[in-house]
């Protein structure tokens, strides 16, 4: 009987394991790129096509060889691998492999009340509490139950979250302060 019990709360944190990194993985699976994101381009085969480490205009394009402006805010990797794909078939490559990788995610903010407000890197996985320690820590007059979320996606409506709530990049995250 106790094997039994011993088994099933292992399968059962194994699930919520399991659960809980496929969220987490899941926040930036429909990530769409934006203004001061850095990104490399590989065109397989065409060292000159390719572009590393470049940053997304504040109008959300990249300026690649031969063709140009191209507008990538608002599309998700794969979608920006397409658009490129597409606007070098034909008249410049016959079968262009075209591959994305963010090298340098937008950054989030921090403000109110914590020691030193600002911009901060984003990294896959941030938390609430991770943003704030990065941000110096809560100040003396910190609230820390009234912690908002300004979501860059979405309503851009004030969210109440707690420290555990993940952040995403472009994300404006206050502290509100106590009057007590």
Do not use: W
Request: glycine share 8%.
């Amino acid at each position: 009987m106790i094997m039994r019990n011993f088994i099933q709360v292992n399968l059962l944190f194994i699930a919520l394991f399991s659960f809980t990194c496929q969220t987490m993985g899941q926040s930036l699976s429909d990530y769409k790129l934006s203004a001061d994101d850095v990104i490399s381009v590989s065109v397989f085969n065409e060292d000159d096509l390719s572009l590393s480490k470049v940053r997304v205009s504040s109008v959300g394009t990249i300026s690649m060889p031969l063709i140009g402006q191209v507008e990538v805010k608002g599309l998700s990797v794969s979608q920006a691998e397409k658009k490129i794909h597409d606007l070098y078939l034909g008249d410049y490559l016959k079968k262009p492999n075209v591959t994305i990788t963010i090298d340098e995610y937008r950054e989030f903010y921090v403000t109110g009340e914590v020691e030193k407000p600002g911009g901060f890197s984003y990294r896959e996985g941030m938390t609430v509490q991770r943003a704030i320690t990065l941000a110096g820590g809560f100040s003396e007059r910190a609230a820390r139950g009234k912690i908002y979320i300004v979501r860059e996606k979405g309503s851009r409506e004030p969210l109440q979250v707690n420290l555990a709530a993940l952040v995403q990049p472009g994300d404006v995250i206050t502290v509100e302060e106590s009057f007590f």
